[in-house]
């Protein structure tokens, strides 16, 4: 398996970070704090529903898929997987989100 990284640069994680403000907003998901590793990130989230997390989710992976192909003349899938959820509290829903890298072992 080929490993590689999902954040090369400081700007890569500025423009993870610009998507995930921009598709929080759009929809209506609160996020409690994120924590990027160069190869995956951790976010709890918030919403009431399972549908507008995994547009959410969606959203962020592909734009960023588009920046990271364009930027890197990555050819292929950059992650791993979609996201993975879950439910740790049963008042509302709050998700956790686990996004990888394609080619990348998440410790």
Known sequence: MNKRDLFHQPGDYRRFRELIQEYQRTFSIAIHHYCFITNHVHMPLRSRALEPLSRFSHYVQRRYAYYYCGKYRW????????????????????????????????P
Do not use: K
């Open 75 to 106: 050819t292929g899938s950059v992650f791993q997987r979609g996201y993975r959820s879950l439910p740790v509290d049963r008042d509302g829903m709050n998700i956790c989100w686990n996004a990888g890298a394609t080619s990348s072992e998440t």
